[in-house]
């Protein structure tokens, strides 16, 4: 179930009017997981309140760009419509946005889906769920965020429970392999087998989480296993220009074994199906920069 939740919240749904996806529903999850660690709140009993606000400002400050604006209420409402989480007022539910005010005023509480709240129950998987919000959303300011938490400490990624890496590694890989449809970037092979969607292809971290922490899908492409395989060896490469480049170290051998890979250099990068997501150039370089000379 902590997986059905983890896709939900990799796929929240935000706006993107002003240039970059704003950063209000994320932010709430974190407010309302910390209320949740401190006894504040529960998951099916999160209290519109001044614990809330003030989680929610203290957070927000520390991700808004542009002109963000900490407007609390409209996440509180709007994430209702990503099937996560309802508000119920003293007089029933909410069917409108209302101002802070009138939340206050008619003692607004959301409530996680019910499927979910026994999920959220523990906090072991409440730090899982923290953590991925940090990598999906916020890998950027995710020791900056962490240092504003309050009650919970970061873990040492060496410290790192094996379930917890093991939940971490499952949603990267179901975000990634979706966004580029189960087709490798370098050759496009696309194998996927029913009922379970079985598939060939792996997320493969660009930058290694162990080094960067981050799980952003940016991060990530859809490789097969050769061309995971290759790239984890420094024989190929995927650039910041786009396209895929082989090791010189390849070049110089020219049997028949390498031409599959020889003939990649050059090509592009098979391009995710939503442009939001195509590797960041920073991760991209990283790759290149190891390319085996
Ligand atoms: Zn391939």
């Not at 940090?134 to 400490?153: G, T």
């Not at 190929?236 to 250099?265: F, M, N």
Request: hydrophobic fraction near 40%; aromatic fraction near 8%.
């Amino acid at each position: 179930m902590i997986d059905s939740l983890l896709e939900v919240i990799y796929g929240l749904n935000r706006d993107r009017s002003s240039g970059h996806e704003k950063p209000h529903k994320p932010v709430l999850l974190l407010a309302a997981l910390e209320l949740i660690d401190k006894g504040l709140a529960s998951p099916g009993n999160v209290p519109f309140g001044d614990d809330l606000r003030e989680a929610f400002g203290r957070f927000f400050a520390v991700v808004r760009q542009g002109n963000d604006k900490p407007t609390i209420e409209n996440p509180f409402y709007y994430l209702q419509s990503d099937g996560l989480w309802s508000v119920r007022t003293a007089q029933g539910s909410l069917m409108a946005p209302l101002g802070v005010n009138q939340l206050l005023e008619v003692q607004a509480v959301g409530s996680f889906d019910e499927r979910y709240q026994p999920v959220l129950e523990s906090e072991f998987n409440r730090e899982c769920i923290r953590e991925s919000v940090l990598s999906r959303f916020f890998p950027k300011q995710r020791d900056a965020l962490r240092a504003v938490m309050q009650y919970r400490v970061a873990p040492k990624v060496a410290e790192e429970p094996v379930e917890y890496r093991v939940q971490r590694d499952s949603a990267f890989r179901k975000v990634v392999v979706d966004i580029y449809d189960y087709q490798c970037v370098a050759c496009g092979m696309r194998i996927r087998l029913p009922p379970d969607g079985l598939t060939f292809v792996d997320a493969a971290h660009l930058i290694p989480f162990s080094e960067s922490h981050n799980d952003h899908p940016s991060n990530g492409i859809a490789l097969c296993k050769n061309h995971h395989w290759a790239m984890d060896r420094n024989l190929i490469a995927p650039g910041d220009d786009g396209r895929w480049h082989v090791s010189p170290l390849l070049k110089q051998q020219r049997s028949t074994g390498e031409a599959a890979l020889l003939g990649l250099d050059g090509q592009e990068l098979l391009p995710p199906h939503d442009a939001k997501f195509f590797p960041a150039a920073d991760s991209l370089r990283w790759r290149l920069e190891r390319l085996a000379k």
